[in-house]
């Protein structure tokens, strides 16, 4: 069974927070294009697409992504560290979420060089090109503040799921206490996500609707938020 040290737990809740300076407050990931097209309008409306995307994105996509990256991290795998990006990189399926995996993980990066700049795996980073995108620096993070995979996977997740919270609240728009409601759902599903995402053999990038919401929320008439 794994273990986080107390330290190390301190930094997971660090790197699962709305307040560490990566952006991604300003990322929807297709949600306020879902709000457009009145799929999503209500509370009940929000869980159901936030849960799709956290059984269909991040546990068979994001989440994997960053747990291959933690465990390349630990041995100093460049060119796994390479491979998962390129992944990434032509995955993304619209100009935004391409924009949002790269400016996140530049933005990760930069925080790691600030606060860890002794970290043997900041080297791979900076080589990959044309920028380290968001999952794969997510888990090399996790994996140099000490973390174990599953512990560092749920912050992963939580802290995506209350990002999408937030924009939830701001676009439909929903009250505070919806929106507490709602994390209280994706809390419950985060651990049946980790265990998938452990399970799987590679990550899999497979969400159709979500990429054509993408791409017309490109073209929005109004948009409070960049993806």
């Known amino acids: 069974m794994t273990t986080t040290t107390d330290a190390a737990l301190l930094h997971l809740l ?69 491979e998962l990006n390129a992944w ?13 995996a790269q400016q996140m993980g530049r933005s990760l990066l930069v925080w790691m060089q600030g606060l860890m700049p002794d970290a043997p795996v900041l080297p ?28 560092a996977l749920q912050a992963i997740a939580f802290g995506w799921a209350e990002n999408l919270m937030q924009a939830a609240v701001r676009c439909v728009p929903l009250g505070q206490t919806s929106g507490q409601r709602l994390l209280a759902r994706l809390v419950q599903a985060i651990p049946g996500a980790v265990s998938t995402a452990l399970a799987a053999p590679e990550p899999v990038a497979f969400a159709p609707l979500l990429g054509v919401l993408g791409a017309r929320h490109e073209h929005q008439y109004s948009r409070l938020f960049r993806s």
């Open 124 to 151: 791979l980073l900076q080589a990959l090109k044309p920028a380290p995108t968001w999952p794969v620096v997510m888990g090399a993070a996790a994996a140099s503040r000490g973390a174990a995979l599953a512990p």
């Open 14 to 82: 660090w790197l699962a927070s709305p307040a560490l300076p990566v952006g991604g407050f300003s990322y929807s990931e297709g949600l306020e294009a879902a709000v457009d097209a009145g799929i999503v309008h209500d509370e009940a409306s929000v869980g159901d697409w936030l849960l799709n995307q956290l059984e269909l994105v991040q546990a068979r996509g994001e989440l994997p992504v960053a747990a291959a990256a933690h465990a390349a991290t630990l041995v100093l795998d460049g060119a796994k560290l390479a």
């Open 88 to 100: 990434v990189l032509q995955t993304r399926e619209t100009s935004e979420s391409l924009q949002q």
